[in-house]
């Protein structure tokens, strides 16, 4: 029995969440951590890696982020 209620709880507060991000979406709001680098810095990026020429460790302090950041963001510049 109790476990029923638990149940119909927790879906009565999925319901509500999802309405409450779909209402957030439409009043322009976007969820998640905010991205670190911009599209034209992504593309400067991929630029300086292809040439070979400025060390991965010095394109990273350059732009103030993890190696493993322009490793994990250089499939959405290609």
């Given at each position: 029995?109790?476990?029923?209620?638990?149940?119909?709880?927790?879906?009565?507060?999925?319901?509500?969440?999802?309405?409450?991000?779909?209402?957030?979406?439409?009043?322009?709001?976007?969820?998640?951590?905010?991205?670190?680098?911009?599209?034209?810095?992504?593309?400067?990026?991929?630029?300086?890696?292809?040439?070979n020429?400025?060390?991965?460790?010095?394109?990273?302090?350059?732009?103030?982020?993890n190696?493993?950041?322009?490793?994990?963001?250089?499939?959405?510049?290609?």
């Amino acid at each position: 029995m109790f476990g029923a209620l638990a149940e119909f709880e927790r879906n009565l507060i999925r319901e509500r969440t999802l309405a409450g991000l779909k209402a957030a979406r439409a009043r322009g709001r976007k969820g998640g951590r905010p991205k670190k680098l911009s599209q034209k810095e992504l593309k400067t990026i991929h630029a300086l890696l292809r040439s070979n020429e400025v060390p991965v460790k010095d394109i990273a302090a350059q732009f103030g982020v993890n190696r493993s950041t322009l490793y994990r963001n250089m499939t959405s510049a290609a």
